[in-house]
């Protein structure tokens, strides 16, 4: 079965005779010598690959600590879980490494005494998408690609920009036009990106992308392209290596175009089968209620999809048509998950909440934390449950979020309103009453 959006490019010949794309609607199989597309039958790839030889959990333990580029890499240091792409053409910054955090406060606030939050904002860029770009790319410059490109709401922009010029390759970011937080527009303009501007919704940017794929020979790196989901299984890798591989009862993770829940399906799926994961933990994925066609596809025991035109102040996640949804409702199914939908209200108040801990995060994340409470509440996750919920980018990715939050009129408990005084002790006394 041929690609219709697949360009052939010159470096067949280093990409390894094991890896197929596998087309997950119609079985057909192609090998990976392009920029990997949708099939004509209109279906997603996944990629195959055989089980190594020689896989242990030791194995991984062995390389923390190691000095070795690929071994600091919390997504390559699992290599023998991924496809088995050229060494010496792999981009790495390296990317993963990112911590699991504890707070009273947060365990109070959501009702989960075991919640656990994994920080993928501490990635390079900021996000959790390092962790696919870093193989996508690899996989780009192993097929000598020309120039990348993708169309993105920020976080995947920032990301496709930093590791393109990583790599010396020439990038090309679509965007739609006065949607994109401050902090991640900032970052695909210094990282040398070329910005075009969609007059439309994300989904139009997403549609123009692939067009231009096909047609002028670039490599897309949207999560269309399955080793962008290959890396973000990572997420999984690492944090189970993190709890001594036992799995929590729950990972929570925001849903907007669905890449990250294809990929932890993935994740867990490959685990299982290949004799490292003898317990699933269930997924919950939180969708903002103002872009929401998931969560009312989930409530619809997934009889009926249909896009919505997305509005949320979760930019990361304002998503009206995500592309993985077929992906992502097999990862649901496979492990008893759920999906919810929270306000934008609730997002903010669960990001204010994080943020006051010191840990702090963007809004798409917080739908995580808010969607941990909500499940609580309605007695989803039950009482002595372990969970961990993915905090996907940095509380840097929004700044004009933070702002709308705390200098809002409207009354919030932890608004944090800067003051204004004269320059007296006396005036400093009046400001301090409270906060002392």
Same mark, same amino acid.
């Given at each position: 079965?041929? #690609?219709?959006?697949?360009?052939?490019?010159?470096?067949?010949?280093?990409?390894?005779? &094991?890896?197929?794309?596998?087309?997950?609607?119609?079985?057909?199989?192609?090998?990976?010598?392009?920029?990997?597309?949708?099939?004509?039958?209109?279906?997603?790839?996944?990629?195959?690959?055989?089980?190594?030889? !020689?896989?242990?959990?030791?194995?991984?333990?062995?390389?923390l600590g190691s000095w070795q580029p690929l071994d600091r890499s919390g997504v390559w240091r699992y290599r023998e879980l991924l496809p088995p792409l050229p060494i010496d053409?792999?981009?790495?910054?390296?990317?993963?490494?990112?911590?699991?955090?504890?707070?009273?406060?947060?365990?109070?606030?959501?009702?989960?005494?075991?919640?656990?939050?994994?920080?993928?904002?501490?990635?390079?860029?900021?996000?959790?998408?390092?962790?696919?770009?870093?193989?996508?790319?690899?996989?780009?410059?192993?097929?000598?690609?020309?120039?990348?490109?993708?169309?993105?709401?920020?976080?995947?922009?920032?990301?496709?920009?930093?590791?393109?010029?990583?790599?010396?390759?020439?990038?090309?970011?679509?965007?739609?036009?006065?949607?994109?937080?401050?902090?991640?527009?900032?970052?695909?303009?210094?990282?040398?990106?070329?910005?075009?501007?969609?007059?439309? &919704?994300? #989904?139009?940017?997403?549609?123009?992308?692939?067009?231009?794929?096909?047609?002028?020979?670039?490599?897309?790196?949207?999560?269309?392209?399955?080793?962008?989901?290959?890396?973000?299984?990572?997420?999984?890798?690492?944090?189970?290596?993190?709890?001594?591989?036992?799995?929590?009862?729950?990972?929570?993770?925001?849903?907007?175009?669905?890449?990250?829940?294809?990929?932890?399906?993935?994740?867990?799926?490959?685990?299982?089968?290949?004799?490292?994961?003898?317990?699933?933990? $269930?997924?919950g994925v939180i969708q903002a209620a103002g872009a929401a066609p998931f969560y009312a596809a989930f409530r619809s025991g997934f009889r009926d999809f249909r896009p919505?035109?997305?509005?949320?102040?979760?930019?990361?996640?304002?998503?009206?048509?995500?592309?993985?949804? &077929?992906?992502?409702?097999?990862?649901?199914?496979?492990? #008893?998950? !759920?999906?919810?939908? !929270?306000?934008?209200?609730?997002?903010?108040?669960?990001?204010?909440?994080?943020?006051?801990?010191?840990?702090?995060?963007?809004?798409?994340?917080?739908?995580?934390?808010?969607?941990?409470?909500?499940?609580?509440?309605?007695?989803?996750?039950?009482?002595?449950?372990?969970?961990?919920?993915?905090?996907?980018?940095?509380?840097?990715?929004?700044?004009?979020?933070?702002?709308?939050?705390?200098?809002?009129?409207?009354? $919030?408990?932890?608004?944090?309103?800067?003051?204004?005084?004269?320059?007296?002790?006396?005036?400093?006394?009046?400001?301090?009453?409270?906060?002392?």
């Amino acid at each position: 079965m041929a #690609d219709e959006g697949e360009q052939q490019l010159t470096g067949e010949l280093t990409i390894s005779a &094991e890896i197929w794309l596998v087309c997950e609607r119609c079985g057909g199989r192609i090998r990976p010598t392009g920029s990997p597309g949708r099939c004509l039958c209109g279906g997603l790839y996944h990629v195959e690959f055989p089980r190594p030889a !020689v896989l242990s959990t030791a194995l991984f333990e062995q390389r923390l600590g190691s000095w070795q580029p690929l071994d600091r890499s919390g997504v390559w240091r699992y290599r023998e879980l991924l496809p088995p792409l050229p060494i010496d053409r792999i981009i790495t910054r390296p990317e993963g490494n990112t911590n699991l955090y504890h707070h009273p406060r947060l365990a109070e606030w959501t009702g989960c005494p075991d919640l656990l939050l994994k920080h993928e904002g501490e990635n390079p860029t900021g996000s959790f998408k390092d962790r696919g770009m870093t193989v996508a790319i690899s996989h780009a410059r192993a097929l000598d690609a020309r120039a990348v490109a993708c169309a993105s709401t920020g976080n995947t922009a920032a990301s496709v920009a930093a590791y393109a010029a990583l790599a010396g390759l020439p990038s090309i970011v679509f965007l739609p036009s006065g949607k994109i937080a401050t902090g991640k527009l900032s970052q695909a303009i210094a990282y040398g990106a070329r910005i075009v501007q969609i007059a439309g &919704e994300f #989904d139009a940017a997403m549609q123009l992308v692939q067009e231009a794929s096909s047609a002028l020979g670039l490599y897309l790196l949207n999560s269309v392209n399955p080793f962008r989901l290959e890396g973000q299984k990572a997420i999984v890798f690492e944090l189970l290596h993190q709890l001594g591989w036992e799995p929590p009862d729950w990972i929570i993770l925001p849903g907007g175009n669905l890449g990250n829940t294809a990929a932890f399906g993935a994740a867990v799926m490959q685990l299982r089968a290949w004799g490292l994961l003898d317990r699933l933990p $269930r997924l919950g994925v939180i969708q903002a209620a103002g872009a929401a066609p998931f969560y009312a596809a989930f409530r619809s025991g997934f009889r009926d999809f249909r896009p919505v035109m997305a509005e949320t102040v979760a930019t990361a996640i304002r998503i009206g048509n995500p592309v993985s949804y &077929e992906r992502a409702r097999r990862a649901i199914e496979f492990t #008893d998950g !759920v999906v919810e939908a !929270v306000t934008d209200d609730e997002i903010l108040e669960a990001k204010a909440q994080v943020d006051r801990c010191g840990i702090g995060c963007e809004p798409a994340s917080a739908a995580a934390v808010a969607g941990v409470r909500k499940l609580v509440a309605r007695g989803i996750i039950r009482p002595g449950e372990r969970v961990v919920a993915v905090l996907t980018g940095h509380v840097l990715k929004d700044p004009d979020a933070i702002l709308q939050y705390h200098l809002s009129e409207e009354q $919030r408990p932890l608004a944090n309103r800067p003051v204004t005084i004269e320059p007296t002790l006396v005036a400093l006394r009046g400001a301090l009453e409270h906060a002392l």
